[in-house]
């Protein structure tokens, strides 16, 4: 059955002329630095600002969870921070909570050796997370580079 409304709806005859393909090539998910949670420590321990979140008190490790659409394939993931030293990781995590490293760096290098890259939302959860990360140290955000 077609529905044909006078004069369009939105710019469309009828709803034939609706667009249900799912839009392929590369695509980035950015992550502000607020978007990484502090793992340990008491939160006023860390600060959080436009330019991301701080390290106010004493050194830990952050976490910022992933959503990424289901069947995509990562390309590239990268962190960017004030301390080149500071480590990052990617994973995957199973429902018994079992995680698996995908990528892994230091802050401001992209890793484009993905371990496992297709993304499978029916088995797994998806984390960036930082290692200890050192007083006046910052976190400005994270980007992944996937494929659909």
């Known amino acids: 059955m077609v529905i044909d409304i006078p004069g369009g709806l939105f710019g469309q005859r009828d709803v034939r002329e609706t667009n249900t393909t799912t839009p392929s090539g590369t695509s980035y998910l950015n992550i502000h630095g607020t978007g990484f949670i502090p793992r340990n420590p008491d939160i006023d321990d860390s600060s959080y600002g436009t330019d991301g979140v701080a390290v106010a008190t004493t050194t830990f490790d952050f976490q910022a969870n992933l959503i990424l659409p289901h069947g995509a394939t990562i390309t590239g993931v990268i962190v960017y921070g004030a301390d080149s030293a500071d480590t990052w990781t990617m994973s995957h995590v199973n429902s018994a909570g079992s995680a698996t490293t995908m990528a892994s760096g230091t802050f401001g290098t992209e890793d484009t050796s993905i371990t496992n890259p297709i993304i499978d939302n029916?088995?797994?959860?998806?984390?960036?997370?930082?290692?200890?990360?050192?007083?006046?140290d910052d976190i400005n955000g994270a980007?992944?580079?996937y494929t659909i």
């Open 122 to 136: 029916q088995q797994f959860s998806y984390m960036l997370q930082t290692g200890n990360v050192a007083v006046a």
């Open 143 to 145: 980007r992944v580079t």
